[in-house]
């Protein structure tokens, strides 16, 4: 599954990222395999999505965040 | 002798860099231009310890050295040239004891430039109630430097930090990791290519494409046996040495900071639930707005009436105290009601950018860029365009330059075109003016009609940038690839010093940028409006005199008509005439057409305009709003400034493209003139069509 499945108060850790398709500011502020991610919020419709990816808290669009794999892990 | 050296102040956005500055170099700093380039160049001047002086250098935010905006290339352009005369002796790296992960990223950056680093954690009074704790001589020795915890807010540490900087020649250059082994095979060759550079310079050259001396990335890729890689692999190599990074942060946080999840609170998770939610969010975001607006027009009427009488009975009084001459005239009739046009915008300009820093400052401004994405998409912008939008509201000008951080260029482009029709401050006083005369005073619902005026002009404001954006949005053929990355920064008490610093700053840079335009062009009219050719003006005491002989007029009657017959036949009433056919069907006389001309060099000219005509040819002690009141409309009867006329006036100050420094910031960040020629054609046809079909139909 992709960044983009995951619902509103749900965890994951990401798998794999595709570079070329990221901005390099993403990863740098933490967007990387291995990192875990939590979606804290939505706005309407889902988009942008605001997440906290590895303690940085940032909000990105659903366009990127379908690049971004990621694993769920349920509490 | 004093010896100066030079710091520079690097770090993540919303660290509270900008704090750490103002704690070390206090009023004692300046704000200017880099030159060339309209990115904001902060300085200022510490006084350290054993009479040594540091000179400081408040650096754009960045969150690498990967730059990707105008503003994050003046870093690494300033920290690659040794020969720049603000290259740093001693680089101070300010991060955030709750994002030092993601901060230390930078940090591991400048460090392999082998410059002396220190590290600033600031907002240590935050470390117990997050429940983090440091052990800060083992990251000193981990990332071979010395820290300095410190806390902006609470005064904590700022002199610990100067006793850091003075002592700098103690500090460690070494880097703290080597990331050449994400490519070793690569890095030796680039190594052995150019044996006497540093190596992570030449790697940022190549990734960047960045000068620095005589050193360019074609001058590396024209070395014979140096093999060049790739954009697709470099940006993979990048990616590599980013999880390197990261890897031996993780490592030394590890062991370096305890965070105890058991003692740490978390405001920010109850606020966003409020802040950002779908509905109350929004809501929230539009009573602030209101409360914003509210204040500007019902707070700041009384120092503005204050000022507005204050300089009426200055000119007076001068009138009386000098000797009646030119000089005097110029002095009473051109120079005061002119400054008086600066000053009486002072009170508004404060609140707003009081607002505005307090919105920043906050963490605010974040919330409200993720709230607007999606909607501002819809019309081709971002929800980083916000931001400009909102500054648009102070001016347009730093509002053009904020749209930087927008990472596609259409939707940058598209939010720089549409800026310049959200309300700047230099409408307000045009629209103060002429809501005061023709909306009735009252109030509905407890608010007052003449700010829900206001209100409104802001709203149409708005929708006119939005608007137009959509049809730009589809007119436009651009491809760009489209990213938005927002960091959403923990929520803050704004700080006072912070705040009162930035309205200062940023008043002063009104009354002296604006100030000196609108100065010299009330001096320009005052000429204009007190000299003419011919007979008609030089002999209009005879003229006037032989006219009314048979009415019988009082001597101040009289005085008054060849006052207006001169300034009918001056050399700006001249002009107006000529011009009078266009604006007539408008509802505007030649004496509005004056003022809407000179606005083009800047809008707020308007009032001060009005006020040297006005005041030319009045003798009595009375506001400009008075006089302007007591205008006749020389054709239809009835006042001048009526309703018809005065909502035309307002809906061509809403539309029209009259601010010269826009234009100009415009070319500047567009690069052609292509654009801001468009800007001022069609956004002043439109201003005179609305404004020509509201005359007509409301007259």
Known sequence: MTLADLK????????????NLIPLKLLEMGCLPGNSVELVQVAPFADPMYLNINGSHLAIRKETAIHILIETIDE | MSKQINVALIGNPNTGKTSVFNALTGLNQKVGNYPGITVEKKEGICKLPRGLKAHIIDLPGTYSLNASSLDENVVIELLLNKNDKDFPDVAVVVSDVENLKRNLLLFTQIKDLEIPTILVINMSDRMAYKGISLDIEYLEQQLETKIALISTRKNNGINELKELITNYKELSTTPCLNASTIDEAYFDNLRKAFPNQLLYK?????????????????????????????????????????????????DTLKKGQTIDLKTAKDLRIKLDRILTHKVWGYLIFGVILLTIFQAIYDWSSVPMDFIDSTFASLSEWTKSVMPEGAFTSLLAEGIIPGLGGIVIFIPQIAFLFLFISILEESGYMSRVVFLMDRIMRRFGLSGKSVVPLISGTAC??????????????????????????????????????????????????????????????????????????????????????????????????????????????????????????????????????????????NNAEAIVTEQYATE????????????????????????????????????????????????????????????????????????????????????????????????????????????????????????????????????????????????????
């Open chain 2, 396 to 537: 347009a000008i730093p509002a053009i330059m904020a749209t930087r951080n927008i990472e596609s260029w259409k939707e940058r482009l598209i939010t720089i075109l549409v800026t310049p029709f959200t309300t700047c401050s230099a409408r307000l006083p045009v629209y103060l003016i002429i809501i005061a005369l023709v909306i009735p005073e009252g109030r509905f619902y407890g608010l007052s009609y003449q700010a829900l005026t206001l209100m409104l002009l802001y709203l149409i404001g708005f929708g006119a940038a939005v608007g137009s954006a959509w049809i730009l949005n589809k007119i436009l053929k651009i491809k760009s690839k489209t990213f938005f990355v927002v960091e959403m920064p923990n929520y803050k008490l704004p700080m006072f010093k912070n705040v009162a610093i930035t309205v200062l700053e940023k008043t002063k840079s009104f009354v002296f940028g604006a100030g000196k335009i609108i100065l010299a062009i009330s001096i320009v009219l005052w000429f204009l409006a007190s000299y003419g050719p011919g007979e008609n003006f």
């Open chain 1, 8 to 19: 509103r108060g749900q965890q994951g850790i990401i798998k794999d990222v595709s570079s």
């Open chain 2, 202 to 250: 030449l790697w940022l050259v190549i990734t960047q494409d960045v000068n620095f001396g005589k050193t360019d990335r074609k001058t590396i890729d024209a070395v014979s046996d140096f093999k060049t890689k790739s954009e697709r692999d470099l940006k993979r190599l990048q990616q590599k040495e980013t999880i390197k990074r990261y890897q031996f942060i993780n």
């Open chain 2, 552 to 699: 019988n007029l009082s001597e101040d009657e009289l005085n008054q008509k060849i006052e207006s017959h001169k300034l009918e036949h001056s050399f700006i009433g001249i002009a107006g005439h000529a011009i009078e056919p266009a604006i007539r069907p408008l509802g505007y006389d030649w004496k509005i057409g004056i003022a809407i001309v000179s606005s083009f060099a800047a809008r707020e000219v308007f009032v001060g305009t009005l006020a040297t005509i006005y005041s030319v040819g009045s003798d009595e002690e009375e506001t400009i709003k008075n006089r302007m009141a007591g205008e006749v409309n020389p054709i239809l009867g009835g006042p001048l400034f009526n309703f018809a006329s005065g909502i035309s006036l307002l809906l061509f100050y809403a539309f029209a493209m009259q601010c010269m420094s826009t234009l100009a910031i415009v070319k500047r960040e567009t690069n052609s003139w292509k654009w801001p020629m468009y800007q001022l054609v069609i956004m002043s046809g439109f201003a005179y069509i609305v404004a020509l079909i509201a005359f007509q139909v409301l007259k």
